[in-house]
């Protein structure tokens, strides 16, 4: 069998790549659908956490991007060598409305086979604590930032396109089952392997109108996802790192009370060997301090932090369940310390809650005083474990024990 197309018949080269594409598409829909299924049961708050299933997600998942980015190679190199050769000629071009159709699909497919997986690609490498691609070549794509808002639009913009090359194949298939047991002529054995004989097309001639129907196609579908909110993404702004809700002490004197202007509570963890960056969007702060003359004591602090305002990414809501911060049981974490200055540095030595655990916690920060304001930065280093967060997950292969606290604020004296 030759590798070259002809007028008449599909090469071997050709058919090889149609049927890996098959086979490699036909394996990553299944693989995708049941990777979200668990997806959603993880990211639902009831869900207890198993260590079984999310690792049977990440495995899931990660199958499905790896072959997602052989079928992006392979269309390609599919579309290349297309483009090198000459075309069948449609056996019934004298069915306009056919004629269209059929090759308005094979634009559709062409286009889909390399926009689905590259939208997908882009989600993931715009994504933290992923299940990761299984190659060498890093998880991280050229031009494409770690971000929330361009992972959750291209992860909109990956579903919709999924849906439309899903109708593409549906209509393809369609097509040549309906040439082979309706019309009962070549065009499918054209495809198939091994050589037969088979009829000359007649004479005929293409046009773009194709084409351009199937960018109508596109243009509609995702005019349509972006018009009924599926292409997802926060807009700036929307990241939950607005400024808390803060108050002085209302039983301090002036002289001792602080009022926080504005301010970021963040935590890193990680996932999947991948840093998750969050922050909490809502919480308050009563703070009395007032500047000793020498080391030791210089006030107290206490911080109550709504727990329902965490933004951590695309694992926010699992991060809410029973098995984590539990939320519905516990919407609020609360510290409580008092303020020492050292010799170098400040810091509060204390407790924190979280969940019905309390732990001894010391926040080491620096302080830069200006008159009646003030600027403070610190952080820490906390063990989820300590707190019962992710207790079904006694190890760090999915999700690490430490959680990186980073506080930020600006404060002025009360009046």
Known sequence: MPGQNTFQSYGSVA??????TALLIFSAFPLGYFANELAHQIQSPGF??????????TLL??????????????ALLRILWALSQPKPGLLHPDRKAEALAAEMVHWLLYGSLVAVPLSGWIHHAATTGFAPIWWPFGQSLPFVPKSEAVAGVFGGVHWVLVWTLAGALGLHIAGALKHHVIDRDATLRRMLPGQASLPQPPAQSHSLLPLLAALLVWGGVLGGGAALGLLGGKQAGESGTAAPVVAADPGAGAASGWIVQ????GITVTQMGGAVAGSFGEWSAVINFEEPAAPGPAGDVEVTVAIPSLQLGTVTQQAMGADYFDSAAFPAALFQAEIEKLAEGYQAVGTLTIKDQTVPVTLPFDLALEGDSAKMTGGL??????????????DESSLGFAVDVAVELEAKRAE
């Open 15 to 20: 058919k090889t790549f149609h049927w890996l």
């Open 381 to 394: 280093t906390l063990n989820r474990l300590d707190f019962g967060i992710g207790k079904s997950l006694p």
């Open 61 to 74: 998942f990660s199958l499905h991007k790896t072959i997602g980015v052989a079928v992006f190679f392979t």
């Open 48 to 57: 207890d956490g198993s260590q079984a299933v999310i690792e049977r997600a």
């Open 262 to 265: 504005s301010g970021t509570l």
